[in-house]
């Protein structure tokens, strides 16, 4: 977990978040112990994205369909967050290609949390 931790917060250092001032770095691990990272990428519009989306999206353009877990960081202005979760619509795009195994890790004040992804969402719109 310390190594997802470290991974994690260099890419919430690489984050674009001009107008909200919030970076979050997420790190991405698949079933077969691969990482992939993400940021959150900002404009002026309303089509940012945030890290979570951005890690699965390397990881899926790469060729991977079976995730174990992702790792959540983040930071407002110089002070790290308390917690850091998948938003609503993070949510629902993860819950495409995860199963019920699926963890997300957060850091906080009290260290690292782990949630069971479908307790975060436990009613995805599935077609």
Not at 19 to 24: A, G, M
Not at 43 to 70: L, V, Y
Not at 99 to 123: C, R
Request: hydrophobic fraction near 30%.
């Amino acid at each position: 977990m310390e190594d997802d931790l470290n991974l994690a917060r260099i890419a919430m250092e690489n984050a674009y978040s001009p107008y909200s001032n919030f970076k979050i770095g997420a790190v991405l691990t698949t079933k077969s112990g691969k990482k992939y990272t993400g940021c959150n990428i900002e404009n002026h519009g309303i089509q940012s994205i945030c890290s979570e989306r951005t890690a699965f999206c390397k990881a899926i353009s790469e060729g991977e369909r079976e995730f174990e877990s992702i790792f959540v960081i983040g930071k407002k202005g110089d002070e790290e967050l308390d917690g850091c979760l998948p938003c609503g619509y993070c949510r629902q795009f993860i819950s495409e290609f995860v199963d019920e195994n699926f963890k997300v890790y957060s850091w906080g004040k009290e260290g690292i949390k782990e949630y069971k992804f479908f307790d975060l969402l436990p009613h995805s719109f599935k077609a």
